[in-house]
């Protein structure tokens, strides 16, 4: 029988995957690390920390001060001939801004010399002025997919409870894997403070290019300032191979709530050893300023760009490859993120969002 469809299944399922397609591209330009991920480019977030450590800063939960932003600014001018004119920031930490530059003054209606009887409350914090940037001033730019904060145990649909439960994600994704913690004491390094102190639960997702897997029971450490936390992760060697693991740990003791710290690469032995310093802290994000201001396509100031490999490709498969009468398909995309500069950038990690 024939059904008569609003849309075409087929340009749905098309334009679906490649919104996915898209929407892993734009995480993988800020977060992507082909070292844990084989099928990623690595992103600015990894490219920064790995080749100009100088060029971190940790905000430890708080906004980073204008004055740490204009010395960095400054610094790109100054000692790698920068021309730092943007910071990408995530949605949560742009409401932080504007809400703590406007302070006090969020009470206060401005008139809009534009629209005739028109009131506005608060403002909205364009940027920072700064010698040393394009212009003169450091641009805010506010990007969907640089925020990894929400991050949490990986959840699949429910169709008896109509609601999301915990499981694996992916086509082959790996088995759990088991976990292990061990608590060190005052160790050199830690930035564990008394603040931090108490029991914190941890969980750990195995992950490769085809999914990941569901998140391991809760295991808890106890620990102190200065101390750190040993995790052991074996996989489980009876599914698909794990490339990477996943590590989520509560944002405060007892909170219940599970947020990503950290992927880390699958070592050569049978376990995986990750000791947590505090280094990241789950539920914050990452900003990006830097010189995206590329006024070349071939010498030093070409700071970064988006290669295309290849355009988007469609190909449909005849009826019956995937089973009875149905059509399959695939969606390509191929590029890859190249970052000429890395001095040219500062990653301002564990930066907050609420």
């Known amino acids: 029988a024939n059904v008569q469809n609003i849309e075409d299944p087929e340009v749905i399922q098309a334009n679906s995957a490649m919104m996915r397609i898209l929407r892993s591209l734009s995480t993988a330009i800020w977060h992507g690390d082909k070292d844990t991920l084989s099928v990623e480019f690595t992103g600015f977030k990894e490219k920064i920390q790995k080749e100009v450590p100088e060029n971190v800063y940790d905000c430890r939960g708080q906004l980073p001060s204008i004055s740490v932003i204009k010395d960095f600014a400054s610094k790109i001018r100054r000692k790698y ?18 809400n703590t530059i406007v302070g006090d003054s969020n009470h206060y209606v401005f008139t809009d010399a534009t629209k005739t009887g028109s009131v506005f409350q608060s403002k909205n914090v364009a940027g920072i002025y700064s010698s040393q940037a394009k212009d003169g001033v450091i641009l805010y730019d506010v990007d969907l997919w640089i925020d990894d904060s929400n991050l949490e145990p990986p959840k699949v649909y429910d169709p008896n409870t109509n609601s999301y439960i915990e499981g694996s994600i992916g086509k082959e994704p790996p088995n759990t894997p088991i976990v292990s913690v061990l608590v060190q004491n005052a160790i050199p390094g830690s930035l564990w403070g008394s603040g931090d102190a108490g029991t914190i639960r941890y969980r750990v997702s195995a992950i490769n290019s085809k999914g990941i897997s569901q998140a391991s029971t809760p295991f808890s450490a106890n620990v102190n300032a200065g101390d750190a936390v040993e995790i052991t992760i074996t996989p489980d060697t009876n599914g698909p191979y794990a490339e990477a693991f996943v590590i989520f740990r509560e944002t405060s003791p007892g909170s219940g709530i599970y947020k990503k710290i950290k992927r880390i690469k699958r070592s050569t032995n049978p376990s995986t050893v990750y000791v947590d310093l505090n280094e990241d802290l789950p539920g914050t994000t990452i900003a990006i ?13 070409r700071t970064c760009v988006l290669s295309e490999l290849l355009p988007p490709l469609k190909t449909t498969f005849p009826p019956g490859i995937a089973g009875l ?30």
Request: net charge negative.
């Open 81 to 98: 001939y920068g021309l730092p004119n943007k910071m990408y920031v995530s949605v949560g930490t742009k409401n932080l801004i504007d």
């Open 325 to 354: 009468r149905q059509y399959t398909g695939m969606i390509e995309y191929y590029c890859v993120l190249q970052i000429f500069a890395p001095e040219k950038f500062v990653l301002f990690k564990n930066i907050p969002v609420e």
């Open 289 to 301: 300023l830097g010189d995206f201001n590329s006024r070349s396509t071939a010498d030093e100031t």
